[in-house]
């Protein structure tokens, strides 16, 4: 493993993942390969823009041709794939995107990686593809997969031709299957970036619904060890959830979020819910766990440093946020604030 390719290395965990990837290996050679999407931005990738192992191509996924002169033309040897559609609410509005993207994408970057023999392909997945889990039981990674969103199908769906392909044509695959993570240069749609810009500009929280839904709060970096873990040491044809095993209720975390940046309570709102609505995530870790791997980070960590992160970090999501987010926020939320 030499040559990397990183499809949606412009987004938030993808950009992570280069910037740790570049670190840790000073040999290895990383080409971001992204369509730039409104959620893809060079800004994550400032510090190594002129890293002389570092290349960008833009493009998608889909594209047949321009997916396999990439890898021809830095001889690639593995892909690490965390191109999606990655927002919920946004799926429920349109999800013809998502389906383009996680599912003939990734049929894309398969077939790229059997017909050149690359040494790895490894799917970036989600806890969202086992569907909402009752209290008292966490996800195994041999659980039957029960998306309930269109964005968790998405996923599902190109889980399953990872798998094929590992079936079919022997293609040495890998799958990892993270929860919710927070850290920098996470675009402020979801919950928690959303929710600390919000606070810090005084603005209210719209909290869907009760609020005590459960989701297991990663911090990025975390995720990132495993992935490379699971990259060097992983069972090919294997899946690996990767989590924190500490789940916790939305207002918890909200709570950790406003003292952290020293903000009123009075700042949440509770809203519409969300159609369909996962109630909890929670993940079994006990197989990457045997592989070495165990977060750094509780969730109430994560929380707090990605706070502050977004507190001394308004050069980064202020455009964001004065953009084409506007128009999104209006239309996501716009209805919701009058209608509980
Ligand atoms: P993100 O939305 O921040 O970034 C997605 C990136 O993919 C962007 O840079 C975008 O430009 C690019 N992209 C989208 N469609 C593309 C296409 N057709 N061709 C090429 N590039 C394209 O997403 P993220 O939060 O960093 O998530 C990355 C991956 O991790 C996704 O596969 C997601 O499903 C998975 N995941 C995310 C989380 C989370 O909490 N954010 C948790 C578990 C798994
Ligand atoms: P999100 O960050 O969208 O991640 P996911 O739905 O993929 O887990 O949402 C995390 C949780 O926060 C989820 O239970 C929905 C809730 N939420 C709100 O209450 N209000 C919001 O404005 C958003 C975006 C999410």
Excluded at 110 to 118: D, T, V
Excluded at 122 to 137: A, L, N, R
Excluded at 214 to 227: G, S
Aim: charge should be negative.
């Amino acid at each position: 493993m030499k040559n990397l390719m990183i499809t949606g290395g412009a987004g938030f965990i993808g950009a992570n993942f280069v910037l740790y990837v570049l670190n840790r290996y000073p040999d290895y050679n990383v080409v971001v390969y992204d369509k730039l999407t409104y959620a893809g931005n060079l800004d994550n990738l400032l510090t190594v823009k002129d890293h002389s192992h570092y290349h960008f191509v833009q493009g998608d996924i889909c594209d047949t041709v321009v997916v396999n002169e990439t890898v021809q033309k830095y001889d690639i040897d593995t892909i690490v794939n965390f191109a999606a559609e990655t927002h919920v609410d946004r799926s429920i509005m349109n999800p013809d995107a998502f389906i383009q993207t996680s599912v003939y994408g990734t049929y894309v970057l398969l077939e790229a990686a059997r017909k050149y023999k690359l040494e790895r392909y490894h799917q970036i997945s989600t806890d969202e593809v086992y569907g909402h889990i009752p209290p008292g039981y966490s996800s195994k990674e041999t659980d039957n997969l029960v998306p309930r969103s269109p964005y968790a199908a998405s996923k599902a769906s190109a889980d399953l031709l990872v798998q094929s392909y590992f079936i079919t044509y022997n293609l040495p695959v890998t799958i990892t299957r993270g929860s919710n993570n927070i850290g920098p240069y996470q675009y402020p749609e979801k919950v928690v970036p959303l929710f600390a810009t919000n606070a810090l500009d005084n603005e209210p929280l719209p909290v869907y619904g009760d609020g005590r839904q459960m989701r297991e709060y990663q911090y990025v970096t975390d995720h990132c060890e495993a992935i490379d873990l699971v990259l060097h040491r992983g069972v090919i044809g294997e899946a690996y959830n990767v989590g924190t095993a500490v789940e916790m209720e939305n207002i918890e975390m909200i709570d950790i979020l406003l003292t952290t940046l020293d903000r009123p309570q009075s700042l949440i709102h509770h809203v519409k819910d969300r159609e369909g609505h996962d109630r909890r995530y929670s993940l079994n870790i006990d197989k990457i766990g045997a592989l070495g791997w165990e977060p750094r980070h509780t969730p109430r960590e994560a929380i707090a440093q990605t706070a502050r992160w977004y507190r001394d970090n308004e050069w980064w999501w202020r455009k964001i946020k004065s953009g084409a987010f506007k128009e999104y926020y209006e239309k996501q939320y716009g209805h919701r604030w009058q209608n509980k």
